[in-house]
């Protein structure tokens, strides 16, 4: 590993003047909990010359919960999203999502804002030898993208972003000097493209300093079920999240997001609308979990997640009722 410099930031106006001097001779990076950027950086992908420590920033470790909504700073660690009591009591697919992710040790660690702005877990990417987006021709994609798959085949990383998208969440970014702007999370996830260094939107000295949630409606029913091929800890095959609003015992509104299966998190546009104006029950899920999958493109290693896919998409719609 490349030696570098380390600097505790004050301030996040201070912490955006140090990312604004990178160069692609003198990289500079920020850490939070730093589990993404050590793995990056003992693989040799990243090699910076300066480290900006935000954990240092106490501002940004800080949750809000009111009739608003719900905002949390960018250094929330995934342990105390899990363990949040109101959270938890409004936003239970979130708090599930946190409490499933990795393992322990590393949820104490790892914030919320390090879980969206980690880079693919490719072993093509991850490799400094080959560190490019993964393929379709490469042949080891048995745990890649079934959808959206025909420029890249990685499947994005984050736990958390596939609840968030389904409680319509935003992201808040900082650029030091009071400017900033709120961004929707699904506009500020981008597929990975070889012309393009990042997977989000955020610029170059710009801070994602928190995520904001809309307050959840009267009778919001939501679940999350993540699958992987072990109980232990294991990177998942698929992840998903329902939120339905309800009108009496019908489905007002829907959504369905699906993780681990695309470069980015995927509306299952087709299965809310065949959700939207039906009770919940054992036909209306089959149906809406044949929709969800009906678009996929597996494969030949990947078919296998097709299935995984809408048995796991049927199982959290009739959780969520």
């Given at each position: 590993?490349?030696?570098?410099?380390?600097?505790?930031a004050?301030?996040?106006?201070?912490?955006?003047?140090?990312?604004?001097?990178?160069?692609?001779?003198?990289?500079?990076?920020?850490?939070?909990?730093?589990?993404?950027?050590?793995?990056?950086?003992?693989?040799?992908?990243?090699?910076?010359?300066?480290?900006?420590?935000?954990?240092?920033?106490?501002?940004?470790?800080?949750?809000?919960?009111?009739?608003?909504?719900m905002?949390?700073?960018?250094?929330?660690?995934?342990?105390?999203?899990?363990?949040?009591?109101?959270?938890r009591?409004?936003?239970?697919?979130?708090?599930?999502?946190?409490?499933?992710?990795?393992?322990?040790?590393?949820?104490?660690?790892?914030?919320?804002?390090?879980?969206?702005?980690?880079?693919p877990?490719?072993?093509?990417?991850?490799?400094?030898?080959?560190h490019?987006?993964?393929?379709a021709?490469?042949?080891?994609?048995?745990?890649?993208?079934?959808?959206?798959?025909?420029?890249?085949?990685?499947?994005?990383?984050?736990t958390?972003?596939?609840?968030?998208l389904?409680?319509?969440?935003?992201v808040?970014?900082?650029?030091?000097?009071?400017?900033?702007?709120?961004v929707?999370?699904?506009?500020?996830?981008?597929?990975?493209?070889?012309?393009r260094?990042?997977?989000?939107?955020?610029?170059?000295?710009?801070i994602?300093?928190?995520?904001?949630?809309?307050?959840?409606?009267?009778?919001?029913?939501?679940a999350?079920?993540?699958?992987?091929?072990?109980?232990?800890?294991?990177w998942?095959?698929?992840?998903?999240?329902?939120v339905?609003?309800?009108?009496?015992?019908?489905v007002?509104?829907?959504?369905?997001?699906?993780g681990?299966?695309?470069?980015?998190?995927?509306?299952?546009?087709?299965?809310?609308e065949?959700?939207?104006?039906?009770?919940?029950?054992?036909?209306?899920?089959?149906?809406?979990?044949?929709?969800?999958?009906?678009a996929?493109?597996?494969l030949?290693?990947?078919?296998?997640?097709?299935?995984?896919?809408?048995?796991?998409?049927?199982?959290?719609?009739?959780?969520?009722?």
């Amino acid at each position: 590993m490349k030696s570098f410099e380390w600097v505790d930031a004050k301030s996040v106006e201070q912490a955006a003047a140090l990312l604004a001097a990178t160069s692609a001779r003198e990289p500079v990076v920020a850490k939070a909990g730093g589990m993404d950027l050590l793995d990056l950086m003992k693989e040799g992908i990243v090699q910076p010359s300066r480290v900006v420590n935000l954990k240092s920033i106490r501002s940004l470790d800080d949750i809000q919960l009111d009739r608003s909504g719900m905002q949390l700073g960018a250094l929330v660690t995934l342990a105390r999203i899990e363990r949040d009591a109101g959270l938890r009591s409004h936003y239970r697919a979130l708090a599930e999502a946190a409490g499933h992710a990795a393992t322990p040790q590393v949820r104490n660690a790892a914030t919320i804002g390090g879980n969206l702005l980690q880079r693919p877990r490719c072993w093509y990417f991850r490799n400094e030898h080959f560190h490019q987006v993964a393929k379709a021709d490469h042949s080891e994609h048995q745990h890649h993208a079934i959808f959206d798959n025909q420029q890249t085949v990685m499947v994005h990383a984050s736990t958390l972003a596939t609840p968030l998208l389904a409680y319509d969440a935003s992201v808040h970014l900082t650029l030091g000097h009071g400017s900033s702007r709120t961004v929707l999370l699904k506009d500020f996830l981008l597929p990975p493209a070889m012309e393009r260094d990042r997977d989000t939107l955020i610029a170059d000295g710009e801070i994602l300093t928190d995520v904001r949630v809309p307050a959840i409606q009267a009778n919001t029913r939501c679940a999350y079920h993540k699958q992987t091929e072990r109980d232990s800890y294991d990177w998942p095959i698929c992840d998903v999240a329902v939120v339905l609003q309800m009108n009496g015992a019908v489905v007002a509104n829907a959504k369905i997001v699906l993780g681990w299966v695309a470069p980015t998190p995927r509306r299952a546009v087709d299965a809310e609308e065949i959700l939207v104006g039906r009770e919940i029950d054992e036909q209306s899920a089959i149906e809406a979990a044949a929709a969800a999958v009906q678009a996929a493109t597996p494969l030949a290693k990947n078919a296998y997640k097709v299935d995984v896919l809408r048995a796991v998409v049927k199982r959290t719609i009739l959780a969520a009722r």
